[in-house]
């Protein structure tokens, strides 16, 4: 009876040990994929992070080259209805190369698929840092808000292009011309610039819209949401 106690009560005890080495390493198991998983998450996340730094880089890019855009098409406009009554003082050169620029229309596009692919995921939901996404959020505000202002300018200016191309006049002076536009370049110039709808559209290019302050609003959001990105996430 002796013998069988103390067999008993050596399998018991070897049972327990086994069980709780068998527990630990479950816990252990457990700890170590959620450990895994969290370092995987983590690396999601700065990995989306650094598309959506990227993405609001080209945005950036694109903000400049449309401000570019419509400071030139301002100059251009701005120059002709300064020499308008002495066009003999303007330069040929010049008259040349801002001529058609009032008939250009262009549109503002910028780029949301990184954005998206955020919005999407569960991603957005693992960013502890709000003030970061709120930032995000905001350039992408005013870039639709640049986009707004430059599309809403470029739809009326091709309106006011179309009066233009309608009018009998300016046919007519496009035909008296053709083929030696820069040999007379002033006098077709001083010909349309008799023409009302052509003035209308110099002078709604001139000064027709306020796009500076959606520029540098833009600008500057676009700029500190990539900063703060930067700054999180450059060593993960």
Do not use: P
């Amino acid at each position: 009876m002796r013998k069988w106690r103390k067999f008993t009560s050596w399998r018991i005890g070897d049972y327990v040990l086994q069980l709780s080495v068998v527990v630990l390493g479950i816990i252990v198991t457990f700890a170590g994929s959620s450990a895994i998983s969290r370092y995987s998450e983590s690396k999601q996340v700065a990995n989306t992070m650094q598309l959506i730094k990227s993405e609001l880089k080209l945005n950036r890019e694109r903000v400049e080259d449309i401000h570019k855009h419509l400071n030139f098409e301002r100059r251009a406009c701005n120059y002709i209805l300064q020499y308008r009554n002495n066009l003999e003082n303007a330069s040929e050169d010049s008259l040349l190369m801002y001529a058609n620029i009032l008939f250009q229309v262009d549109l503002f596009i910028y780029v949301t698929d990184a954005l998206e692919m955020l919005k999407m995921s569960s991603l957005s939901q693992r960013i502890q840092d709000k003030e970061l996404i709120l930032q995000i959020v905001k350039a992408y505000n005013e870039l639709k808000r640049m986009q707004e202002v430059v599309n809403w300018f470029y739809g009326l200016k091709s309106k006011y292009a179309e009066l233009i191309f309608t009018d009998v006049e300016f046919q007519k002076g496009g035909k008296k011309w053709e083929g030696n536009e820069k040999e007379n370049i002033r006098n077709i110039c001083r010909y349309h610039l008799d023409n009302l709808q052509f003035v209308n559209i110099l002078e709604f290019t001139s000064t027709g819209v306020n796009y500076e302050s959606s520029y540098l609003d833009s600008k500057e959001a676009l700029d500190q949401a990539i900063a703060m990105i930067e700054k999180k996430y450059s060593h993960k």
